[in-house]
């Protein structure tokens, strides 16, 4: 079955075409709009996506030589809504010209399962660390639609925290690429900085108190490390400078706290299986640490763990063969946990 994936969940216009061989194409537009206002404003994003939706999807189909997919499949949460409208009212409208059946794709599954195109898969179950710009959260993988979740950000997410230390270093958005370039001239112990463990605090306290409701030892937190960044910054008279030891510092904090929690959960699943997703698993020293990690990762390629169509296209297919169609009156969900 071949199916065209449409993403517009944030500021990435993608559009995708993948089949029982993998993935036939893959075009990507990222919204240059939001980089003189600093950050994502939702409102552009949904006009940018109107604007280029048409002409992504054509070329997405033009470079896949294929004329009229075998199902659509588009991004319905979660989400800035005005943008995810756009794709989804999209791909419906074009299944609906086609005659072909559609799928609305959780864009955290999406993430969750990029993995799975990659040439040597990983089996199920394994484990799926999805760190996005909005999400931060350590799946148990069992089977396609079956997530446990075993622990995630009680705040910021990790690529929310890249984006505002970026902020405090003076770098422009996107945030998470211009620190990873800078730390590359940083000493990573350069500056100490603390690793949040929340779930170990929490659940002593919890515990102490005899209630049965603790946040998990799995459970992450940034915001606490964003803060030491700005007190380091402002004590030494750099916050506004792109000062590359405190940008390799976070980093490998940030790096520690996750492949931190990558153990705990293998020790405490027996599954030795790992996989990444989300923009954050694009960052540089982040990819090196889980690469040696006693266990077997697959890590995308960069481009296929920021936003993009083809793992849109590829749960969408997944869902197809597996026999689910969506109806016309699908719509987008801001809130939507994967697997429900
Ligand atoms: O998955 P994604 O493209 O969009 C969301 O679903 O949110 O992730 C975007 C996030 C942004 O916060 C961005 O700064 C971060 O991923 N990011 C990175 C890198 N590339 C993108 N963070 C660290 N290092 C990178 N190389
Ligand atoms: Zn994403």
Same mark, same amino acid.
């Given at each position: 079955?071949? !199916?065209?994936?449409?993403?517009?969940?944030?500021?990435?216009?993608?559009?995708?075409?993948?089949?029982?061989?993998?993935?036939?194409?893959?075009?990507? @537009?990222?919204?240059?709009? @939001?980089?003189?206002? &600093?950050?994502?404003?939702?409102?552009?994003? &949904?006009?940018?996506?109107? %604007?280029?939706?048409?002409? =992504?999807?054509?070329?997405?189909?033009?470079?896949? &030589?294929?004329e009229k997919p075998e199902g659509v499949a588009a991004t319905s949460g979660p989400g800035l809504m005005g943008a995810v409208l756009v794709g989804l009212c999209f791909g419906k409208a074009a299944a609906i010209g086609w005659g072909v059946p559609f799928v609305g794709v959780n864009h955290l599954e999406g993430h969750l399962l990029a993995p799975l195109l990659e040439d040597e898969p *990983?089996?199920?179950?394994?484990?799926?660390? !999805?760190?996005?710009? &909005?999400? =931060?959260?350590?799946?148990?993988?069992? #089977?396609?639609?079956?997530?446990?979740? /075993?622990? $995630?950000?009680?705040?910021?997410?990790?690529?929310?925290?890249?984006?505002?230390?970026?902020?405090?270093?003076? /770098?422009?958005?996107?945030?998470?690429?211009?620190?990873?370039?800078?730390?590359?001239?940083?000493?990573?112990?350069?500056?100490?900085?603390?690793?949040?463990?929340?779930?170990?605090?929490?659940?002593?306290? !919890?515990?102490?108190?005899?209630?049965?409701?603790?946040?998990?030892?799995?459970?992450?937190?940034?915001?606490?490390?964003?803060?030491? !960044?700005?007190? @380091?910054?402002?004590?030494?008279?750099?916050?506004?400078?792109?000062?590359?030891?405190?940008?390799?510092?976070?980093?490998?904090?940030?790096?520690?706290?996750?492949? $931190?929690?990558?153990?705990?959960?293998?020790? %405490?699943?027996?599954?030795?299986?790992?996989?990444?997703?989300? +923009?954050?698993? #694009?960052?540089?020293?982040?990819? %090196?640490?889980? $690469?040696?990690?006693?266990?077997?990762? =697959?890590?995308? *390629?960069?481009?296929?763990?920021?936003?993009?169509?083809?793992?849109?296209?590829?749960?969408?297919?997944?869902?197809?063969?597996? +026999?689910?169609?969506?109806?016309?009156?699908? =719509?987008?969900?801001?809130?939507?946990?994967?697997?429900?």
């Amino acid at each position: 079955m071949i !199916v065209l994936g449409i993403e517009t969940s944030c500021d990435e216009t993608a559009a995708s075409v993948v089949g029982p061989s993998g993935v036939l194409s893959d075009v990507v @537009h990222t919204q240059e709009i @939001h980089r003189e206002y &600093g950050g994502v404003v939702p409102e552009l994003a &949904g006009r940018a996506h109107a %604007e280029r939706i048409v002409t =992504t999807a054509t070329a997405a189909l033009q470079r896949a &030589g294929v004329e009229k997919p075998e199902g659509v499949a588009a991004t319905s949460g979660p989400g800035l809504m005005g943008a995810v409208l756009v794709g989804l009212c999209f791909g419906k409208a074009a299944a609906i010209g086609w005659g072909v059946p559609f799928v609305g794709v959780n864009h955290l599954e999406g993430h969750l399962l990029a993995p799975l195109l990659e040439d040597e898969p *990983p089996s199920f179950p394994f484990l799926s660390l !999805v760190v996005s710009g &909005g999400h =931060t959260t350590l799946y148990l993988a069992k #089977a396609v639609g079956e997530y446990e979740v /075993l622990g $995630q950000t009680i705040d910021d997410a990790a690529g929310e925290a890249f984006d505002k230390v970026a902020r405090m270093l003076g /770098l422009g958005y996107p945030g998470g690429p211009a620190v990873d370039a800078l730390a590359t001239r940083g000493n990573p112990q350069g500056v100490s900085l603390p690793r949040p463990d929340p779930g170990r605090r929490l659940g002593n306290a !919890v515990a102490r108190r005899g209630a049965n409701l603790a946040r998990r030892p799995l459970d992450m937190s940034f915001s606490g490390l964003k803060t030491a !960044v700005k007190t @380091h910054l402002e004590r030494n008279a750099l916050y506004g400078t792109a000062d590359p030891d405190t940008a390799a510092s976070f980093q490998a904090a940030v790096a520690d706290v996750l492949c $931190q929690r990558i153990e705990r959960a293998m020790k %405490e699943t027996g599954i030795r299986r790992v996989a990444l997703g989300g +923009g954050v698993a #694009a960052n540089s020293y982040l990819r %090196e640490r889980v $690469q040696a990690l006693d266990a077997a990762v =697959t890590l995308p *390629p960069r481009s296929r763990c920021t936003d993009n169509g083809s793992m849109i296209a590829h749960v969408g297919r997944l869902r197809m063969l597996m +026999g689910q169609r969506d109806s016309w009156s699908t =719509t987008a969900q801001a809130n939507w946990v994967p697997g429900t």
